[in-house]
């Protein structure tokens, strides 16, 4: 195969390191869909590697590669922007000097999806294949698109997920090398984690302590750990102070030691972080700085990552974490905690950075987030979706409720006394109903918004009573 893109996609491939992966549920739950969408008996996800098509998932076949000679994708893959749909393989000019690929023999017709990533750079294809020549219809290739936009959703979770790998691999290789021993108890005092410098400079092995508690396995320095372990978690509040002990060789070893309550995926935990001062506990407050400034600095990183760095709103992260958690909420009681979701856009915003330029942009941006907090209720929570696009949540709003917030929203940003010409919104509001996923309620938002863009801009739009009258400016 040969294309300009094609040392990018070799390259962003590579990254990922899915080719010759193992089977993936979720990829193979796609292509299933994919037949059942179009009602084709054969559907593969295809990536393009040099000189072969690979399947990382298929339905109705065998196959796991193509030479790329033998690939109609390939030649889908060349015209990235839209989808490549054959109805008839024994007769379309394009594809009759292919060799059929063994196993597909009898396929007669062809629809394929370019996956795109962020760069734009078609990876490979969602494809489906029939048996009978056939046209496919508007509505199936949308539904094809719709799912090769969670193949590559699932792409790049992977590339996050393998950076993620990285950063565990860069924290232990921080935590097993630093001057400091570290550990985690869980709520019964156990230690569920200790740091190598902690087996080393106390002497002990990891066996000896995962596990147990502090009476198991000191009992000397025992009470006073405990007693401070059971102020922090009580207070909920980080500790620092200087603990003392007896290691085993006899040696009398003063700790300085932070503890602080911490979440894991098992609950509440105490984690502590201590450094040996015995040679230089006169160094006590300048240890302790240089402590509070690594607890600062890792704060500060996690508040990062959930931030938008231009208007201080949640970035999109948190608002995919945040739904997440709030929709299993609203599955398991639908009643009493209900849960809406505004997916707003700024309307004409392109316009606006062309005629004012993008720093009037970003300071219009900023101003639009403070007036959506202002006009949320106590509870919501506001982000910045991307671009122009905000979303807020709003959990325990009903449908009434949340048209009642997004035109609090519409209202306050329309009548802003803006210095360059008016700003308006235009809001899709969507209420959870049993059943629902985080796709399909974003999705159910996005529809109501693309709805308010169409009825005229500057309105309010519900996704459940889209036939309703709008309720915006015209």
């Known amino acids: 195969m040969t294309q300009p893109d094609d040392a990018q996609r070799l390259h962003a491939l590579s990254e990922l390191q899915i080719l010759d992966s193992g089977v993936e549920a979720a990829y193979q739950d796609l292509v299933v869909l994919a037949c059942q969408l179009t009602r084709a008996p054969m559907a593969f996800i295809t990536l393009a590697d040099r000189h072969r098509l690979w399947f990382k998932a298929c339905q109705g076949t065998s ?17 990235p922007c839209q989808p490549y749909v054959v109805e008839d ?68 979770q992977r590339e996050t997920l393998q950076q993620l790998e990285e950063l565990n691999i860069n924290f232990a290789a921080f935590m097993n090398n630093g001057p400091f021993v570290a550990y985690i108890k869980d709520n019964d005092w156990r230690y569920t984690y200790v740091n190598e410098p902690f087996l080393q400079q106390l002497g002990v092995t990891r066996d000896e302590v995962l596990g147990h508690d502090d009476f198991a396995v000191w009992a000397e320095p025992a009470p006073s750990f405990r007693e401070s372990d059971q102020q922090v978690m009580s207070d909920l509040k980080p500790s620092r102070l200087i603990e003392c002990m007896t290691a085993r060789d006899g040696r009398q070893i003063f700790w300085q030691s932070y503890k602080f309550p911490l979440v894991t995926r098992h609950g509440l935990s105490l984690a502590g972080l201590s450094v040996d001062v015995t040679e230089h506990i006169e160094q006590q407050h300048l240890l302790e700085a240089s402590q509070r400034q690594l607890l600062d600095l890792m704060q500060a990183a996690e508040q990062r990552s959930v931030t938008d760095a231009l208007t201080g709103l949640y970035n999109r992260r948190a608002f995919d974490l945040q739904l997440a958690e709030h929709l299993q909420r609203a599955e398991e009681n639908a009643t009493a905690l209900p849960l809406s979701l505004l997916l707003i856009d700024v309307d004409h915003f392109k316009a606006y950075n062309d005629a004012y330029g993008h720093q009037a942009g970003d300071a219009a941006l900023q101003e639009i987030s403070r007036l959506l907090l202002q006009s949320c209720r106590d509870g919501d929570a506001s982000f910045r979706y991307g671009g122009e696009e905000f979303t807020i949540l709003l959990p325990g709003a009903d449908m009434a409720a949340a048209h009642r917030v997004a035109e609090r929203c519409r209202l306050t940003v329309a009548q802003h006394p803006w210095s360059r010409r008016p700003i308006t ?36 739009m519900p996704k459940l009573a889209l036939s309703m009258a709008p309720t915006g400016l015209d």
């Open 63 to 79: 196959v796991t590669e193509v030479p790329v000679e033998s690939s109609l994708c390939h030649l889908a893959i060349r015209t």
């Open 89 to 156: 393989l024994h007769s379309d000019p394009r594809v009759t000097h292919l060799k059929t690929a063994p196993g597909m023999e009898r396929m007669r017709a062809y629809l394929g999806v370019p996956l795109l990533d962020p760069q734009g750079i078609a990876l490979g294809t969602l494809c489906v294949l029939d048996e009978h020549p056939r046209r496919f219809e508007a509505g199936q290739i949308e539904n094809m698109q719709r799912l090769a936009r969670q193949i590559t959703m699932l792409l790049r």
């Open 425 to 460: 919104l235009s809001i899709g509001a969507a209420t959870h109903q049993p059943g629902m996923t985080v796709f399909s309620l974003t999705e159910a938002a996005d529809q109501a918004l693309y709805a308010a863009k169409a009825a005229g801009r500057n309105r309010v």
